[in-house]
């Protein structure tokens, strides 16, 4: 079982930044890949980014490549999402996620392969 709560949601104007955390507990941290998405007002769930187990490797989603940038601190069971260049169109609630062990890279940006969510942070983009 693996506990996921995220911080750091709120209010930005257009072209600001933001900087989310998530916190793990539960489960062995290191073992699992994390990824964040996000649901914007009456849409569906989307991917935003993944981070590889060892912090080496990431992938995103086509509409934040270039602004925004997920990492990992291992030794503290938590990942980030730093939003730079925030545009209205990315307010939305973002949700903090883990697969399963044996979850293959190549699948991870499928909500459908993760297990464990936070309860998502609100992020709003307006002048």
């Known amino acids: 079982q693996v506990q996921l709560v995220e911080s750091g949601g709120g209010l930005v104007q257009p072209g600001g930044s933001l900087s989310l955390s998530c916190a793990a507990s539960g489960r062995f941290f290191s073992s699992l890949i994390m990824g964040w998405f996000r649901q914007p007002p009456g849409k569906e769930r989307e991917f935003v980014a993944a981070v590889s187990k060892n912090n080496l490797t990431t992938t995103y989603g086509d509409s934040v490549k270039g602004r925004f940038t997920i990492s990992r601190d291992n030794a503290k069971n938590t990942v980030y999402l730093q939003m730079n260049s925030l545009k209205p169109e990315d307010t939305a609630v973002y949700y903090c996620?883990?697969?399963?062990?044996?979850?293959?890279?190549?699948?991870?940006?499928?909500?459908?392969?993760?297990?464990?969510w936070g309860q998502g942070t609100t992020v709003t983009v307006s002048s």
């Open positions: 996620a883990a697969p399963g062990d044996f979850t293959p890279w190549s699948r991870a940006s499928s909500p459908d392969e993760y297990m464990y």
